[in-house]
C-alpha cells in the first residue's frame, strides 16, 4: 500500500515562497507515473494545481502559472511544489497524488496559510 507523506507547508507572507515535498512510499511504479499537487480551500472542491509526467513534462492551473514549478526526484520517490510570489488565494490544504486517472489513498496532506 503506497504511502503518501506531504510536508512543507506553513505560514507565509503574501509574497513569500515555500517549497512543498511528497514522498510516495512503497511506490514500485512512481517513476513509470505522471503525479500531481492538489489543493483543498475550505468550502472548495480539490483541485490539480501542476502535474508532471513521467519524462518531466508539466502542466500548471492558470491561476499558479508563471509562480508555482513543480519537480519530480524518481530515486527518492519524491514530487516537490516550489511557490514562489504566495497570495492569500493559495491558502489551502496541499496533496500530491496521481496526476493521471490512478489515485492511491489520500496522505494527510500539508497546509499553506498566506496572511499577513
Known amino acids: 500500500q503506497v504511502q503518501l507523506v506531504e510536508s512543507g507547508g506553513g505560514l507565509v507572507q503574501p509574497g513569500g515562497s515555500l517549497r512543498l515535498s511528497c514522498v510516495a512510499s512503497?511506490?514500485?511504479?512512481?517513476?513509470?507515473?505522471?503525479m500531481g499537487w492538489y489543493r483543498q480551500a475550505p468550502g472548495k472542491q480539490r483541485e490539480l494545481v501542476a502535474s508532471?509526467?513521467?519524462?518531466?513534462?508539466?502542466n500548471y492551473a492558470d491561476s499558479v502559472k508563471g509562480r508555482f514549478t513543480i519537480s519530480r526526484d524518481n530515486p527518492k520517490k519524491t514530487v516537490y511544489l516550489q511557490m514562489n510570489s504566495l497570495k492569500p488565494e493559495d491558502t489551502a490544504a496541499y496533496y500530491c497524488?496521481?496526476?493521471?486517472?490512478?489515485?492511491?489513498?489520500w496522505g494527510q496532506g500539508t497546509q499553506v496559510t498566506v496572511s499577513s
Open positions: 512503497k511506490s514500485i511504479f512512481f517513476s513509470d507515473l505522471p
Open positions: 497524488n496521481q496526476g493521471g486517472l490512478g489515485r492511491w489513498d
Open positions: 508532471i509526467s513521467s519524462r518531466g513534462t508539466t
